[in-house]
Each structure stands twice: as structure tokens, then as C-alpha cells.
């Protein structure tokens, strides 16, 4: 339960409940403990740095998508550091050897071209190939590494055994906010098709897309599929990396009614936009819940949520509540700290929102505002 005091937050803002996201880090501790699995935090899901010190203490560290993601896992958790790309660059790879434990390629072809340069900076990094195990029931293709045509990992078909010399593990990334019979689907057609190359590699990496933290899913089940992965191939390493699971109903983006009026419905413009803040409830697209509020309809009074920019579809939906909203209310969109401020920006010179964390003792602690300059700072 938040116990976050709405009367406090300056708008807009990003609010992190400290209580929350550690009850999340404990159960996926709990995950590691129990099933000889590591735990890393995708750093593309969640990166509120600030929090890193409880998340490190919780985590085995980060899995990051290039060069800035990697330095950033290294400054701020200093902790494993397993960093993958679609395809890195020549001018990024030196940096990138030296500052990861673990360098995942995409292709062969990116595997050969890097693999003796990063050995010879860093000798204890460990490399391994993405592969693409071409079976996914992610939602929407936006958020499908399997769909046809991928350009996410190597299929069976692109995979040649005499790669294995240079490899230490193998990659997988096929799910999205999913339960565990969806990674056991995708472990079945793993196996099938690298089963033989399994058992040469120190670890398999089952990437993110697992929704633990999620109240549903089925943590134990999860716990008996890893350990029993282990138990077929050896006691063979199993690395997690989930980023949404992290940052799940940990917190809410708080936003002040600016205007209220009428075109055909009642509309209220708030000082945040889904285009630049809540990118997913466009892109994916969802719904967010606001807190307290109903479908159109069901309370008294239902009104458009609008952005403050002039894209015309920046749009959160139609929300109903008990009570006229006025101008100065505040609307809490709820589980706003995943995959939001990471894909934050400046479109429209909007401000964005501040980030903060409300602390166990009920404390707010407004860990970073942004101004002018970061609008300004982005273009020239
Ligand atoms: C996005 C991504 C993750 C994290 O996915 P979540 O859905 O946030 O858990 C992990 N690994 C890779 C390779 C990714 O691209």
C-alpha cells in the first residue's frame, strides 16, 4: 500500500516509494536464493541511480544496452556489469571491454569482429552470443524479440558450432510482462533447437520479461523451473534480468489539474504529457490507473485527461471521479516508475517531471529537478 502524502509532492513528479521497491528487490533476492539464480537489473526498464545503493544490495548488479548504460551500471552499483547491443560500435567497444564483467554480441559477425580485442583490454570478461530461440507470446510485436524478421539475437539457422570456442554463455530475451509457463514454452524450444551447446556453457542468461513481482505470478513455480534447468544441464549458472519487475507499482507520477473546460466533454489539461512522460500508454498503448478515479462513466464526473503540449493525440484517456476536478488538483497516475522517465523527453520544451523517492520513515527526498537547461542543453 502507498503511503505516499499526494499534499507534499511539488508537480510534476516521479515519486519512488523506497518500501515498495524493496519489498520488490526482497522477493527477487528471494528468487536468487532460492534457486541458485543470479539477478540483474535492466538498467533500460529502471534507472534511478539514486536508488542503487538498496538495489545493489539486493541484486547481483546491472544488464546494460551500450556504452552510457554500462558506465552508469559501473559508477552508481559497481557491482557485475553484463553489457549487450544489437551491434557496437568500433569507437565504444574498447571502453565497453574494460568497464564490463560480461559482453553479449547479437550476431556471429559482431562476435568476430570484437571478440579478440575485448579479450586482449579485459581477459576475465566473459562473452556471449544472444541467441534467438524464435518462440515468444509477448503481446504486441512493438515488445517481441521473437517476431519474424527479428533483428534481436541468433536463430539456429545463423548459430555455427565452431563459435563455441569463444563463448562462455548463451542470451535469451524472448518475454514481456509474462508468467513463468511462458518462459517454460521458450525453454522448451531453447532446448530444442542449442540443447547440445547448453552444457558447454558456464551460464545461460533467460533475460527480462519475467513479471515477478507481479501479485499473480508464480513465484515458486519459477524457483522449481530454474533449479530444474540446473539440475538437466550440469548445475549450470542461470542469469535473470528483469527491469520492469524492479520498478513494478512501485510509485506514481503526480500531476496538478492546470485548465478544466467543455467541447462536447469535459476536458482537464494536467502539467505532464503522455507523449513525453508516459510513452508506453501511447506506444504499447494501456491505459494508466489514476488513483481514486473510474472508467468514463462509472463516477459522477468523467473528464478527457490531456497533456500540455500541442500533439494533438497527447491524451492519458477518459477518467471518471467523485467530485468537479478543479484547477490545482492533483491526479496521480499509478505505477509510473518502469519504462517512463527512462524514455522521458523534452519534446515541446515541457519540464520534466523532478524525481524523488518517498523514504521508509515517510520522508520525501526530491532527488532531481530539471529546468530550461535540459531542453536547451539537447539542441543547438
Ligand atoms: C528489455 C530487456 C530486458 C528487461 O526486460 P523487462 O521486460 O523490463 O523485464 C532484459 N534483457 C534484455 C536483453 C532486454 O532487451
Redesign the pocket.
Known sequence: MSSVDIAQIPTPCYVCEEQLLEANLKLLRRVSDESGAKVIL?L???AMWSTFDLVGSYLDGC?A?GLHEARLAREEMDKEVHT?SPAFKEEDIDEIAMISDHI?FNTPSQLQRFSTRVKALNPSVSLSL?VNPEVSSSPVDL?N?CALYSR?GTTLKNFDPSLLDDLDGL?F?A???QNVDALEAVLLSLEEKFGPYIDEMKYI?F?????ITRNDYDVDRLIRVIRDFRTRHNGIKVYL???????WQTGVLVATVLDVFHNGIDIAILDISAEAHMPDTLAMPYRAEVKGAGEAGEKDFTYRLGGNTCLAGDVMGDYSFDEVLKIGDKIVFEDQI??TFVKNTTFNGIRLPSLAIWRKDNSLDIVREFGYEEYKTRLS
Do not use: D, Q
Open positions: 535492466a533500460k526498464g529502471f544488464t544496452s549487450y553479449v544472444r515488445y524479440p534481436l542470451n530475451h518475454l514481456c510482462e542468461n533475460g527480462g520479461g519475467h513479471h534480468e528483469p527491469g520492469e519487475a524492479v520498478g518502469h519504462y
